[in-house]
């Protein structure tokens, strides 16, 4: 009998987290035996990126106060979570209609408001096995809470990295480590020619990169403040940022524009490039001679092994996961929270020495193609699936 597993995801766009997601789909249709089911809040890239599989897409819109929840909350953040909690119930009313109709075997959610309207559905789906899967370090204390006292409903939880996994609030379930996968196919060092035929300031410069999904503790405000100095020291540098801030979640509002004007406030003009939104970050990371990452937390740091996938060194804060991914001094460098001085030393050493960069890149592929691939991912979780799967 097929597996009929539910993955419920609280955003349709393509974030980090879905992109591991997309990969898991794809690839556990690809090895049968499985009926899948994605339910999403509306169409969007995810759901594109689906068509002409046999993965069944459903659109169920959530109360629009709830998807505006985001850890960032206020005194009104929390006036407006007890407002979303009023609208909720017709919400999971219509969700579980649809559980009830596809029936899983399994329900993967994938976000910290699909783990919340997951552990809301009736008591008496008996035959479904709940997973969570925690890709984000959850700091807000009100959250924390409420997802450790839902915790009971659960079968077990997936982490991203081992660091995760001694912070998530699920109690005494069990809980697995499964990196991320990355796609070491698509990220890999490519040829960058139509990007310097689109961005002409591109030509004869050093580029250090940023990319992703631009969001409050992603630190990117941080680098714009730390690289300039040695931006204005080293006008052959160019600082390119590349993503936009695409959640529409409290605390995010405006947050791309402020970037921006922080941009031109600190660094010297033509000195950095704002691309947004992009689909070629391959592209962009083979062009870079190095990225810069600085979170002021991150469970995994999916940008930077997709950095080292493709041959390019990475300075990154040294939290949460990204210890687990970047091997310091021999794929990148790894530098305490706030020590700019640090920051520009890594930086300058990379940046002077091509034989080292380029030793590092090297490292830094190899190290993601053994550790972070596709199909070790989908086997770890298969492996879960038939350990929870309660038929």
Known sequence: MKQRILFINPFSGLGGAEQSLLGLILSLEERGGYDLHLLLPNEGLLSRRLKGTSVTVHSLCPPSAFSRLSQRMTLAGIGQLVGALFRLPFYVVAVARLVKKIS??????????????????????????LLWHCRRVVDNVLLRAILSVLSFRVSGAITNSAYLKSLVPVGNIPVHVVYNPIDSSRFRPVSCESLLQEFPILKERTIILCGGVLAHGKGVDLAIRALAPLLRKNPDLLFVIVGEAVYE???????????????KECLPQGSFLFTGFRQDMERWMSLASVCVHLPHSEAFGRVVAEALACETPVVAHKVGGIGEIIEDGKSGYLVAEGVSASLQEKMEMILRDDQQRQAMGKAGRQSVV?????KSHCEKMEKIYREHFPG
């Open 249 to 263: 979640t409290v605390g995010n509002d405006g947050y791309g524009q402020f970037l921006r004007n922080l941009a």
């Open 104 to 129: 899983p075997t399994i329900i993967h959610t994938n976000g910290i408001k699909s783990h919340l309207i997951s552990a809301l559905l009736p008591l008496s789906l008996k035959h479904t096995a």
């Open 370 to 374: 053994m550790r972070f691939s596709q």
